[in-house]
């Protein structure tokens, strides 16, 4: 196999941090044993021992290593990649922020209350509109294709030469998916996929470059049109929560820095913790716009999205969900031309199934909880071969020109097979008056009949998963649904990590709902009974949601999200059942879809538990160390020589003051953080020029907002050589009381109060409280329970 040195990157743009002012995120301490570098004429400590980084010995790269930079190496699942940088969801306490806290009136806190429910019901209106702009374009560009292609092959159908049908149907496909693949693949690689495990990411604290960007969400809104309108099996639902998401990170911020435009509201807001709070309200208004499941959506954001919960924030985000929802279906409504009529929840409508296809019986539960064992045995083997096939686009396809190829290849191949199975099927249905196909194709049925097999693949996936739930018994051939199965569950992992903007939600349903409602049509024939007890529509609903829970491996939130989506609580019990039942099964042989895919991407992701059996090791034993210390009044040199060093690129500083006589070691005073340094810089905050009054007005945290969230790069800062000279007081804008732990605290008390509280630092201190560590989130991430018990990941730039 080819050693190719590839990034193995959500983003292709790898100098993109250093624009942002991060340069190469490496974490507080994570150089190469036995590397150490003074810089002159500074008192910096340099605290501790060193902890070692291991580079595969393969994989050598002498550019790499004259840039001074780490060796990029190929994919190697036992890595953490040290280019992810942490979120500060830890609000700095400083002087500036309690004098600030201080000055604010009871009505101006109320204010602050009332700008966080308008931002959310903005996020909801807008993100309402981007679904209902998104589900109007794909209805008709889709409906444009699929009437052109209907009508060639009826013409083509009597005459001979169904291979132009064919060729037409393949190149329109391609065509919409060559200018979805375009945009993603050469103007924002973050667009693709779904979003929703980079935006998993970034509510767990994990710094993912260019998620929330505008010209990120542009991209998403058309890559997806462009592929649900090239008939991929893919689905416009899941890129709608990472569409909230950015549209929450941009409306919550009053400004854009993509545009450079300042609309000067909402300036409070500009930090991460606060910021954190908006997207998840964005992702849950995605969820409600998706599916019209406004409760569905809170809950997916709690279970799936977000690592730290605020009380407080439950009802925020369900108002913003319930506004998405109602937007959407106002604006559908006048789309339909019923205006008023408020029947599309959600861009995927289940539609209502009737009170007596809703029955069921007790001894159906056991066959309920068997079919969730299927839906979890088909999404471990659906995420395996997922995996192994996004490991061979890392390591071969990786140039954008290769993955727009290779999405136009899917294409073509998707439209083939789809022809060729309508082509070869002879399940032939009577046209009645009660159909409500779309695009019934009659190819060579009799006059008033249509092709069974085209309702499947001859429509958008919504509309064939609404076909399958509520179309009478009788509707499909036993053979024509087993080869439907069969054939898209293929091309739904083979499409799914293309680089086209596209969710697996709707895929999996209509895997789901095929072979649920062939379960439902063998069930009568194998009974003594000659009754058909089973309903076929009842089965397809079922088997849907096994599927989809035994890929992407979630329960309290899509057991709500399809009863939200049916409109029905009957079935709240089985499906409860059946998607527990399909999440012990999948995860006994593999993780979810979004959890391999996130650890593909060797993110340093915290999960909600530390690793089993890990009490036995200390912070002393995780923590990152030497530490880089920072007196309380600090030469000015000496900060701009340690921010200038790319080779040991901290974010945070433990600030240290030594007693008067100087016989006893420094002790913690407060930490620093790095952007806070580049602004003190910027504004040239010096101690000589404070008492000569040459200094400007005093500093306020409204210009550590303005620098927020792309904070200038250090080499963007010109300092004098008589300013070198100066002297920075750090008391007044350090965290006085960082967070601290003993160096004997346990592991799981130590991830369990850095997941909680979600830090970014954890200062690890001795019983004199002197620094001794510090731990990071990589240092907690790189532990995890694997088949040989506790294993440890290596830290490594890749």
Not at 16 to 39: C, F, H, K, M, W
Not at 192 to 220: A, D, E, F, M, W
Not at 267 to 290: H, L, M, N
Request: net charge neutral; aromatic share 10%; proline share 5%.
């Amino acid at each position: 196999m080819a050693n190719i040195t590839k990034k193995v990157s959500w983003s292709s743009r790898a100098d993109d941090s250093n624009a942002t002012g991060e340069g190469t995120p490496l974490i507080n301490g994570s150089e190469p044993l036995g590397y150490s570098r003074q810089l002159s004429g500074g008192s910096i400590f340099q605290i501790g021992r060193v902890s070692t980084v291991d580079m595969d010995e393969e994989m050598t790269s002498d550019e790499d290593s004259l840039r001074g930079r780490p060796k990029e190496i190929t994919h190697n699942e036992k890595l953490l990649s040290l280019k992810y940088e942490s979120l500060d969801y830890d609000n700095s306490e400083n002087q500036l922020f309690l004098e600030e806290e201080r000055r604010m009136s009871y009505i101006g806190f109320r204010c602050l209350e009332i700008s966080r429910w308008v931002v959310c019901g903005l996020i909801g209106l807008l993100t309402g509109l981007i679904a209902c702009f998104i589900d109007i374009l794909v209805d008709q560009l889709a409906g444009l294709k699929y009437r052109v292609v209907k009508e060639n092959i009826e013409k083509f159908t009597t005459v001979g030469g169904l291979s132009i049908s064919l060729i037409l149907w393949a190149v329109l496909n391609s065509a919409f998916v060559m200018v979805g693949a375009i945009i993603v693949a050469f103007f924002e690689p973050i667009a693709g996929g779904s979003g929703i495990p980079q935006i998993k990411c970034y509510l767990n604290g994990v710094k993912i470059p260019r998620v929330v960007r505008l010209k990120t969400l542009l991209v998403k809104v058309a890559g997806v049109i462009c592929s649900v309108a090239g008939g991929l099996a893919v689905g416009k639902e899941g890129p709608m929560i990472h569409s909230g998401a950015v549209v929450a990170a941009g409306i919550s911020q009053g400004r854009s820095t993509s545009l450079k435009r300042d609309f000067k509201i909402f300036e409070y807001f500009r930090r991460d913790t606060e910021k954190r709070d908006f997207v998840s309200a964005g992702a849950a208004a995605g969820v409600s716009a998706a599916f019209g499941a406004p409760v569905g959506g809170v809950l997916f954001s709690l279970e799936e999205a977000a690592s730290y919960w605020n009380q407080m924030l439950t009802w925020r985000i369900f108002f913003a969900s319930m506004i998405s929802t109602f937007t959407l279906n106002v604006f559908l409504s006048v789309y339909s031309k019923k205006p008023g009529e408020l029947s599309n929840p959600g861009l995927i409508n289940f539609g209502r199934f009737e009170s007596n296809s809703l029955e069921y019986n007790l001894y159906e539960i056991p066959i309920f909880i068997g079919m969730g064992a299927i839906g979890g045995l088909l999404g471990a083997l659906f995420n395996v071969l997922n995996y192994w096939l996004t490991i061979f686009r890392i390591r071969y396809i990786h140039r954008p020109c290769l993955q727009v190829m290779e999405a136009m290849l899917v294409a073509a191949v998707t439209a083939t097979v789809s022809f060729t199975m309508i082509y070869f099927s002879n399940d032939c249905q009577p046209l009645g008056p009660d159909q409500a196909e779309e695009y019934p194709l009659q190819l060579f049925c009799a006059d008033g009949e249509y092709n069974s097999m085209a309702t499947t693949f001859f429509n958008t996936p919504e509309r064939s998963v609404r076909s399958l739930f509520h179309n009478p018994p009788g509707s499909y051939n036993p053979l024509t649904l087993g080869m439907f199965t069969l054939t898209y569950f293929f091309l739904a992992c083979w499409t799914y990590g293309l680089a086209v903007s596209a969710g697996v939600f709707i895929p999996s349903l209509l895997i789901g709902a095929a072979w649920g409602r062939l379960i439902g049509i063998l069930l009568p024939s194998i009974s003594s009974s000659s009754s058909t007890w089973a309903d076929p529509g009842k089965y397809a609903l079922i088997g849907a949601a096994a599927q989809l829970g035994g890929i992407v491996r979630m329960t309290l939130s899509l057991t709500v999200i399809m009863i939200e989506a049916t409109g029905n609580v009957t079935y709240g019990l089985p499906i409860m059942l059946v998607l527990m039942t399909a999440k012990i099964v999948g995860d006994y042989f593999e993780e979810g879809l979004y959890d391999i895919h996130i650890k593909l991407q060797s993110v340093p992701f915290v999960h909600s538990e530390p690793p089993a059996t890990s009490h036995w090791l200390t912070a002393r034993e995780v923590m990152s160390s030497p530490v880089t210390c920072f007196n309380r009044i600090e030469r000015v040199g000496t900060i701009v020589d340690l921010l200038s060093n790319t080779s040991t690129n901290h974010n945070g500083f433990p600030v240290v003051m030594n007693n008067a006589a100087g016989d006893e070691p420094a002790k913690l005073c407060g930490l620093i953080l790095r952007s806070q340094l580049i602004v003190l810089l910027k504004h040239k905050v010096f101690v000589e020029l404070a008492r000569s009054k040459l200094t400007r007005r005093k500093l306020q945290l409204k210009d550590f907002r303005d620098a927020y969230p792309r904070f200038p790069p250090i080499q963007s800062i010109h300092v004098s050589q008589d300013e070198r000279e100066c002297m920075m007081d750090l008391t007044e804008f350090m965290n006085p009381t960082p967070y601290t732990v003993p160096q004997e605290t346990s592991l799981p008390r130590v991830y369990k109060l850095f997941r909680a509280l979600g830090l970014r630092h954890l200062v690890v201190v001795d019983d004199s409280n002197r620094v001794v560590g510090l731990v990071t989130r990589k240092d907690l991430a790189r532990y995890h329970l694997g088949k040989h018990g506790l294993e440890e990941l290596q830290l490594a730039q890749t």
